[in-house]
């Protein structure tokens, strides 16, 4: 790890996680490139914290790419693109999005690895939602990470008892009705700010890495997870990660 934030950069960064590759927008100056450098080291390292895992866990074993102030959309502070695993933040307005982004992109990454016979660019909360059929290991059983992320999922989207949506999943999909979107209540968006809330609540210093599931205008609205269910999405998520933290270390 660089011992000072002048010696940060964005070459540091990918060879210290091993990212495919980072980016920079063509209108990004050299002094927002600088800045923004400090902020992705000091928001992945408390994302490593928060998960408990190390670098290779970051980058999705070097497959995941890096993009700042490049290929924004209007409106969008940040993106995923499955076709290209590439993970995208705006200049100006992509503080606070890591986390959900790079949620979508571990979601994603997990779908062929969990499930038999899905396609490349399906997100492994979706799978788990349509049912789809779970890879098997050698003794013919689920792998340990699988059932654990698994009760992650059912966190998120059942109540307590696991017969019923849950309240999250309600509010979301009574929000896409009025908005007349499928947005809200698709599952890998439900996962995604489930998984900001679960940093959040682990107490980051890093507001470029997750800020808004408390007291953001979604969150008022119960888009992000609220009360008992929160508490138990966050133990899920523990339970998870720090499990693959130690398989990976």
């Known amino acids: 790890m660089p011992s000072n934030q002048d010696s ?8 210290q996680f091993d990212f495919r590759g980072i980016e920079m927008g063509r209108w990004v100056t050299p002094e927002e490139r600088d800045r923004a450098a400090v902020n992705f080291q000091q928001a ?9 895992g190390p670098e290779l866990l970051i980058s999705l074993r070097g497959t995941l790419g890096l993009q700042y102030g490049k290929g924004g959309r209007p409106g969008v502070a940040a993106h995923y693109v499955p076709a290209t695993r590439q993970l995208s933040l705006a200049k100006n307005a992509g503080a606070g999005s890591l986390a959900h982004e790079w949620f979508h992109a571990f979601d994603h990454y997990m779908g062929e ?3 038999q016979h899905v396609s490349s660019s399906r997100f492994a909360s979706e799978c788990w939602l349509n049912s789809a059929e779970i890879k098997l290991s050698r003794n013919q059983s689920p792998h340990p ?3 654990l992320l698994i009760e992650c999922f059912k966190s998120i989207m059942l109540n307590e008892r696991g017969d019923e949506p849950s ?3 309600q509010v979301s999909r009574l929000t896409d009705q009025k908005l007349k979107v499928v ?8 996962a995604a700010r489930a998984f900001e809330a679960f940093v959040e609540d682990t107490k980051p210093t890093s507001t470029f890495l997750v800020k808004g599931s408390r007291f953001s205008d979604e969150a008022k609205l119960g888009l992000y ?5 929160r508490l138990r999405i966050k133990q899920a998520f523990h ?3 720090s499990l693959l933290g130690y398989y990976l270390t």
Do not use: A, T, W
Not at 44 to 52: A, I, K, T
Not at 225 to 229: D, I, K, L, S
């Open 183 to 190: 947005y809200y209540s698709k599952p890998e968006e439900m």
């Open 167 to 169: 309240d999250m999943f």
């Open 44 to 52: 992945l390292e408390d994302l490593m914290s928060v998960l408990h």
């Open 225 to 229: 997870p609220q009360g008992e269910q």
């Open 239 to 241: 339970n998870y990660f």
């Open 113 to 115: 690895k969990m499930f």
């Open 8 to 15: 940060i950069n964005f070459v540091i960064i990918r060879r």
């Open 145 to 147: 990470l699988s059932l």
